[in-house]
């Protein structure tokens, strides 16, 4: 029996640009390659890459309870400090990962947490389960937008040119975020490597 795999909305744009070697990530169609994989490190140390990060789910978590929400269910002291990020953890009960997340706080009673690809399909349901009754809403918005990450000592000079938002050090700082726009769409900026 054929697997069939789920294709990004960028799909189209992996084909066009020479991608090579397909391969089956969690259930999505992704492109192995594009050049040889030395290239494609030399570029990533040098210059700038573009990563398909569309297998990645986005959670929001809102509401009035929304910071002590995500302090309930995450391993690490998640700040409600608008425009900061935490790397953190969702433990079982014996201490194991149910998955490893980025939390971005939007606002204090905004939070965007996304979860790996693998466990893109329980993680929104384990969130509810875990967090209890709170006055939060949490809203999978997976389907509806997607994650591209550029990443390169040139990847901020890039994606300047095309953001409204100031994202240089000073501005967005290592672990830090910003609601903006990318050429002209809604977007969120998170600065997670240096």
């Known amino acids: ?9 960028h799909y189209g744009q992996h084909v066009a640009h020479g991608a090579k070697g397909f391969i089956d990530f969690a259930g999505w169609e992704m492109p192995e390659h594009f050049s040889s994989l030395e290239q494609e490190v030399k570029t990533c140390r040098e210059a700038a890459v573009l990563f398909d ?7 929001h978590v809102k509401g009035k309870d929304a910071h002590a929400a995500v302090q309930k269910v995450c391993a690490a002291n998640i700040k409600p400090v608008a425009g900061r990020c935490s790397y953190s953890g969702l ?19 905004h939070y965007l947490m996304t979860a790996a690809a693998f466990n893109v399909h329980k993680t929104p349901g384990w969130l509810d389960s875990h967090i209890g009754d709170m006055d939060i809403t949490i809203d999978d918005q997976t389907n509806g937008s997607t994650i591209i990450e ?16 100031d994202i240089s050090n000073e501005a967005l700082p290592y672990f830090g975020c910003v609601e903006t ?14």
Do not use: Y
């Not at 390169?152 to 409204?164: H, V």
């Not at 726009?181 to 240096?194: E, T």
């Open 53 to 59: 990060g569309h297998q990645m789910g986005e959670i």
């Open 1 to 9: 029996m054929t697997k069939i795999l789920k294709r990004s909305p």
């Open 150 to 165: 550029i990443q390169g000592p040139n990847s901020r000079d890039i994606l300047q040119k095309i953001t409204e938002a």
């Open 91 to 109: 433990l079982n009960e014996e201490g194991g990962f149910v998955d490893d997340l980025v939390v971005l706080c939007l606002a204090p009673d």
């Open 181 to 194: 726009k990318i050429a002209g769409i809604d977007a969120i900026v998170a600065r997670l490597g240096v």
